[in-house]
């Protein structure tokens, strides 16, 4: 290999938003002058796969990618960072054509490690233990001049059964406000209007210093140039009436709203060590609607836990079904080595799974139908992307609603008034720009 030419470098990443927002911090790490930056289809010196591990098929996806980038450059090295990496690096490392795993702790270090550029046998695994004292690393999404995922927490103190997150990225952490305002000041000087904020569990921010996510944002919404914050997800628990009724009455804090509720029956709730019963989702989502009645609310379903008979499932769908919510995000039960799951009785056959995560799509699409109705002739505002897409240019309201219009590359970027006028067969609405 030429030495004198820059090294070509992809970064693949699967799973949450906190995944593409930390890929992007270490990929920044990487200096241009030595490397070149190369999408993941492309042939690579160098590849970087941040993996998932909430389900089975997510660590499925992550070996695919290395088979599919190991044909694609079998001279390449490829090296796996993320929550797949910390909970099984001897795994990962087993594959063929895997030179390098790096935990939870070690990934940031990734552009100093792989200096010594080239294939490894064996595969080098850089892991340690996660404890109390694991720092929180800031980091945020720089890619996308028109949205930023930016980190405010990461890790988790739950420990619900069925869930690895805590095992993978340590116990629940976040800086001092004033930490997430320097980085929130660096995305508005790069032009940036929308900021996703992220984490595992974003409505845990601050509880450990005295400080909240009501706090935060109150003093993010004062930064110039952003123009637009969206929390990602929080537990229904965390999300306090003060959040609710702030979304109401400031526009800089979008009405879209996630709240996994995992479990549709208190029964399975319990079963899962989920911190509240489904009334408390309920109020919840009364309390937005009452407000902010086109919001956007959606929630994680898990269905199929062990424990879940058909009485139980019937119970969650009819509780569901009475929910105004706007999607589902629904996920057939998946055994996580490590979890208390793994040896709770009762456990669901996995056709029983599919039949029900499919009862549960077909409802999540026909109140997501219904959502997108009741917002035929409303006015909203749209931030347009940078990316054409079959003549058409898209973007997403205020409220989640993915919008399509002819496309015109002055529109990239900005925020737009528009009136939403009919659901095409893409699934999204088209629109009339009025200013």
């Known amino acids: ?40 289809g492309q042939k690579a010196d160098i590849y970087v796969i941040n993996t998932c591990s909430v389900t089975e098929a997510a660590d499925k996806k992550c070996r695919q990618a290395i088979r599919k980038f190991r044909n694609l450059s079998p001279e390449a090295m490829i090296v796996a960072i993320g929550c797949y990496s910390q909970l099984r690096p001897q795994e990962i490392a087993a594959i063929p054509g895997v030179d390098m795993v790096l935990g939870t702790n070690e990934r940031f270090g990734l552009a100093e490690m792989i200096k010594n550029y080239g294939k490894r046998s064996p595969c080098e695994i850089h892991s340690s233990h996660l404890s109390e004292s ?15 995922f930016l980190k405010v927490q990461d890790g988790c103190d739950y420990g619900c059964a069925y869930c690895t997150i805590p095992l993978a990225r340590g116990s629940s952490r976040s800086p001092g406000i004033d930490t997430i305002l320097e980085e929130a000041s660096v995305i508005a000087e790069k032009g940036i209007k929308e900021i996703i904020l992220t984490g595992v569990n974003i409505g845990d921010f601050g509880r450990k210093n005295g400080q909240s996510l009501y706090n935060l944002l109150c003093e993010l919404v004062k930064i110039n140039g952003i123009e637009r914050y969206r929390i990602s997800s929080i537990e229904p628990n965390l999300l306090t009436d003060e959040l609710i009724e702030m979304t109401a009455d400031n526009p800089k804090i979008l009405p879209h709203f996630h709240l996994p509720l995992q479990g549709g029956s208190d029964k399975i709730l319990a079963l899962m060590g989920r ?82 995560s499919k ?11 219904i959502f997108l109705k009741n917002n035929i002739g409303h006015n ?39 009136r939403m006028k009919n659901i095409e067969v893409s699934g999204r609405m088209s629109v009339e720009i009025i200013s």
């Open 1 to 40: 290999m030429n030495t004198l030419r820059r090294k070509k470098i992809a970064f693949h990443t699967l799973g949450c938003k906190l995944n593409f927002a930390e890929t992007s911090t270490i990929s920044s790490t990487f200096p241009e002058n030595t490397y070149e930056k190369v999408t993941a």
């Open 134 to 148: 694991d720092p929180f690393i800031p980091a945020f999404s720089a890619g996308d001049r028109t949205r930023s």
């Open 275 to 356: 911190r509240y019963k489904r009334d408390v989702f309920s109020k919840k989502i009364q309390k937005i609607r009452s407000l902010i009645p086109l919001a956007g609310i959606g929630s994680d379903i898990l269905t199929g836990f062990p424990g879940e008979n058909d009485e139980d499932f019937e119970d969650a769908y009819n509780f569901l079904s009475d929910q105004p919510l706007s999607y589902m995000h629904v996920f057939p039960y998946s055994e996580r080595p490590g979890t208390r799951a793994v040896k709770m009785e009762g456990k669901v056959n996995h056709h029983v799974k599919e039949l029900r």
């Open 359 to 369: 009862r549960l799509h077909v409802l999540s699409e026909k109140k997501h139908d």
């Open 380 to 418: 909203e505002n749209v931030l347009f992307e940078s990316v054409k897409n079959k003549g058409m240019i898209t973007g997403f309201t205020g409220n989640y609603i993915r919008v399509e219009y002819p496309w015109d590359q002055s529109f990239a970027g900005k925020i737009k008034k528009i």
